[in-house]
């Protein structure tokens, strides 16, 4: 049977959800602790959650909107910045005819912790730094989606509406060089983005981005090449 969305507290202490998208919203809700403070102001910016010394970021979308704030965060603050990766999704059209119920089917989609490098490439300098880390929540969720005739072009004029959170499945925390090498074929001394593809059995697109956030992060070098591939290994 297929999850169903839990029943969330959305006016929990101190959670300001006014505006708020329901995945971040419910997101915010799972990750606080008791001490927790939510939506404090920090040099300029509204930090989602302060635990302690740490601010803590639940990002939904493109890291683009972020690396602005992030980059002037981790030069006095430790940020962590939480992430999730739909590992399984169902989809929900919304009727257009009164008399006609939701239709809700489960996406052959499945989402795994190395899609976050998607996003990574565009804050991939911020690896390095001690002062961030970053944690991939993998999730259930349903994606809600409306039909708008005048968005045709895109998904047949399907668009999405909102994203709820059914339920957290697993959670994996990067914060050292090492938890960012593991995404690295282990026991070779050189390698090629197809070596990276072949090793965790992804798309060679998305090794790329691997290898190119781990270059500029400088936890990786270009020694030469291997036939027509560029040729990696670890910094030393």
Same mark, same amino acid.
């Given at each position: ?13 101190g ?19 008791p ?65 006609k ?39 259930q ?17 399907w668009?999405?509406?909102? @994203? !709820?959170? $059914? &339920? ?5 925390? *990067?914060? %050292?060089?090492?938890?960012w ?21 992804? @798309? !060679?697109? $998305? &090794? ?5 956030? *781990?270059? %500029? ?20």
């Amino acid at each position: 049977m297929a999850p169903t969305p839990p029943k969330l507290n959305p006016s929990g202490p101190g959670i300001g959800l006014l505006n708020e998208k329901p995945l971040h919203a419910s997101l915010k809700q799972w990750y606080g602790q008791p001490g927790d403070c939510f939506e404090v102001p920090v040099d300029g910016f509204v930090i989602d959650i302060v635990r302690g010394d740490r601010l803590l970021e639940i990002q939904t979308a493109n890291f683009s909107a972020m690396k602005s704030k992030l980059t002037k965060l981790v030069q006095s603050h430790p940020v962590r910045v939480i992430y999730p990766i739909a590992q399984e999704k169902w989809l929900v059209k919304l009727s257009t005819d009164g008399d006609k119920a939701n239709t809700r089917r489960k996406s052959p989609k499945k989402g795994r912790v190395e899609d976050v490098f998607w996003e990574m490439v565009r804050i991939s300098h911020l690896i390095p730094n001690p002062n961030f880390s970053l944690e991939v929540l993998l999730i259930q969720e349903e994606e809600v989606r409306r039909f708008e005739a005048k968005r045709r072009w895109r998904r047949n004029g399907w668009c999405t509406e909102e @994203r !709820r959170l $059914l &339920a957290v499945v697993a959670r994996h925390l *990067l914060q %050292t060089p090492a938890d960012w090498l593991a995404f690295l074929p282990q026991g070779v001394d050189a390698f090629t983005t197809k070596d990276i593809a072949d090793a965790m059995g992804i @798309r !060679r697109e $998305l &090794a790329q981005k691997i290898a190119y956030a *781990l270059r %500029t992060a400088k936890l990786i070098e270009l020694i030469g090449k291997r036939g027509r591939g560029n040729l990696y290994r670890v910094a030393v």
